[in-house]
T-cell receptor
Framework: AQRVTQPEKLLSVFKGAPVELKCNYS??????LFWYVQYSRQRLQLLLR??SRESIKGFTADLNKGETSFHLKKPFAQEEDSAMYYC???????????????FGQGTTLQVKP | GAGVSQTPSNKVTEKGKYVELRCDPI?????LYWYRQSLGQGPEFLIY????????DSGLPNDRFFAVRPEGSVSTLKIQRTERGDSAVYLC?????????????FGPGTRLTVT
C-alpha cells in the first residue's frame, strides 16, 4: 500500500534549536518525495522536493531509500518556521504517473522564543 | 499573478442537500487536482483532470461525488445527498502538466460543513 507516515503530531522547540520532522513512506517503486508547508491562514505550498536537492529557508531533506525515510531538517529553528508541515509522495515521472500526491497526517512545528 | 481560487470559501448545508464547489486554476495549467482534508488529517486525493477529461477518479469515495471540467479550465466538484461525514476542507490544485518537475499550486480551499 502507498502510505506516508509522520509519527509526530506536534514538535515544539526553542528558537535556535535544531529541528527534525520525521517522515517515513511505503511505496512499491521509486516515488518522488516532497515537503509541503502551511503557515497560519495561508494556503498549502511546496517547501522542497527531493529531486531538486535544494535547500529552502534553511531546510533540507535527504531521501533514504533503505530506511524509506525523508526527514526534514533545519540546524537552527526560527520563530517564522512555526507552521504545519506535510510530507507527501507521488509516483515517479512517466509510466502514466498522474502526479497525484499522497500526504502524511502532518506535523505542527512550534518554535518558541 | 492570480493563483488558484476556490468558491465559496465556506459552505454550510443540511444533510441530504446537493452542493457544488468551484475551482479556478492558474491560467494555462492543464492538470487539475481535487483533494479533501478532514480535521487533523493530511489532504487526500479525490480526482485528477488532464484537460477536460478525468484521467484518474480513483479517490472519489462513492458515486455521490462527481466532478467536471467542461472547457479544460474551471472545475466543479459536485456532491449529492450530502452526509455529515462529507464535512471537510476541499482543496483544489493545478499544475502546468502532470507529475514532476511541475509544481502543484493549491487554492485556499472550501470548508464544507454538513449539519
Amino acid at each position: 500500500a502507498q502510505r506516508v507516515t509522520q509519527p509526530e503530531k506536534l514538535l515544539s522547540v526553542f528558537k535556535g534549536a535544531p529541528v527534525e520532522l520525521k517522515c517515513n513512506y511505503s511505496y512499491s517503486g521509486s516515488p518522488e518525495l516532497f515537503w509541503y508547508v502551511q503557515y497560519s491562514r495561508q494556503r498549502l505550498q511546496l517547501l522542497l522536493r527531493h529531486i531538486s536537492r535544494e535547500s529552502i529557508k534553511g531546510f533540507t531533506a535527504d531521501l533514504n531509500k533503505g530506511e524509506t525515510s525523508f526527514h526534514l531538517k533545519k540546524p537552527f529553528a526560527q520563530e517564522e518556521d512555526s507552521a504545519m508541515y506535510y510530507c507527501a509522495l507521488s509516483g515517479q515521472l512517466g509510466g502514466g504517473n498522474t502526479g497525484k500526491l499522497i500526504f502524511g497526517q502532518g506535523t505542527t512545528l512550534q518554535v518558541k522564543p | 499573478g492570480a493563483g488558484v481560487s476556490q468558491t465559496p470559501s465556506n459552505k454550510v448545508t443540511e444533510k441530504g442537500k446537493y452542493v457544488e464547489l468551484r475551482c479556478d486554476p492558474i491560467s494555462g495549467h492543464t492538470a487539475l487536482y481535487w483533494y479533501r482534508q478532514s480535521l487533523g488529517q493530511g489532504p487526500e486525493f479525490l480526482i485528477y483532470f488532464q484537460g477536460t477529461g478525468a484521467a484518474d477518479d480513483s479517490g472519489l469515495p462513492n458515486d455521490r461525488f462527481f466532478a467536471v471540467r467542461p472547457e479544460g479550465s474551471v472545475s466543479t466538484l459536485k456532491i449529492q445527498r450530502t452526509e455529515r461525514g462529507d464535512s471537510a476542507v476541499y482543496l483544489c490544485a493545478s499544475s502546468l502538466a502532470p507529475g514532476q518537475p511541475y509544481e502543484q499550486y493549491f487554492g485556499p480551499g472550501t470548508r464544507l460543513t454538513v449539519t
